[in-house]
């Protein structure tokens, strides 16, 4: 089984609708993130966690929200969907076993979400 | 503040020739430098990183990669590629000492061709 799954992993969906993308994770990591990877654009952070009552805002935080559940969940919400909005989305983790700054992050298979 | 820039959007190769992707940063800070490798349709994983010591690092699948502090470059190198090498390479960068934060370059698309 993978350590880091996304659900749903394809999603179309229309303006204004709420939805949810869910991440777990059995790593056991204390680390979640959550990214938007754009063609030309690579990935960038929408909201990171280091534990269950530790959420920061990312580079790119507006429109989205975030719960984090437990340890092993991380959920990322999109209040009123709008289609810039339209991207893969990538859950990770990471242990800070290391050197700060040096953990390997782990990503899941990503959801790809349409919104139209 | 930090940034990565990738100079290729996508690079071109014939199998069995040698291939370098490159990657310049921007950074006031000391920083942890990483490449990945996101397959298609897949997630990122993991091909190296350099955190301190030798400059040249070697990672997963015969890749390696050199940091030049002085030409803030940290450029991905194989000398013989395969087929299966088709893939898309991000470079990163974190503050050391920092998060775990990482900002991503916009990506290479390593085309190898039979």
């Known amino acids: 089984d993978a350590d880091v799954t996304q659900t749903p992993r394809n999603r179309i969906t229309k303006t204004g609708k709420r939805i949810m993308l869910e991440c777990s994770q059995t790593k056991g990591h204390d680390r979640m993130y959550w990214y938007r990877q754009d063609p030309g654009l690579g990935l960038r952070l929408i909201y990171y966690s280091f534990d269950v009552k530790d959420i920061n805002k990312g580079e790119i935080s507006d429109g989205y929200s975030v719960s984090r559940q437990a340890q092993a969940k991380f959920s990322l919400s999109l209040e009123s969907a709008i289609p810039n909005q339209t991207a893969l989305y990538f859950c990770?983790?990471?242990?800070?076993?290391?050197?700060?700054?040096?953990?390997?992050?782990?990503f899941g298979p990503g959801t790809r979400l349409t919104v139209l | 503040a930090q940034s990565v820039t990738q100079l290729d959007s996508q690079v071109p190769v014939f199998e069995e020739a040698p291939v370098e992707l490159r990657c310049n940063y921007s950074?006031?800070?000391?920083?942890?430098l990483f490449w990945y490798v996101q397959y298609p349709n897949q997630g990122l994983q993991l091909l190296l990183k350099?955190?301190?010591?030798?400059?040249l690092v070697k990672g997963i699948n015969g890749f390696e990669a050199e940091f030049n502090k002085s030409q803030t470059s940290f450029h991905l190198r194989k000398p013989s590629v395969h087929i299966s090498d088709t893939a898309e390479y991000f470079c990163?960068?974190?503050?050391?000492?920092?998060?775990?934060?990482?900002?991503f370059g916009q990506g290479t698309t390593l085309q190898v061709k039979p």
């Open positions: 990770a983790t990471s242990d800070p076993g290391g050197a700060g700054g040096a953990d390997e992050q782990f």
């Open positions: 990163a960068v974190s503050e050391s000492g920092n998060t775990g934060k990482l900002i």
């Open positions: 350099y955190l301190s010591g030798s400059t």
């Open positions: 950074s006031s800070v000391s920083v942890y």
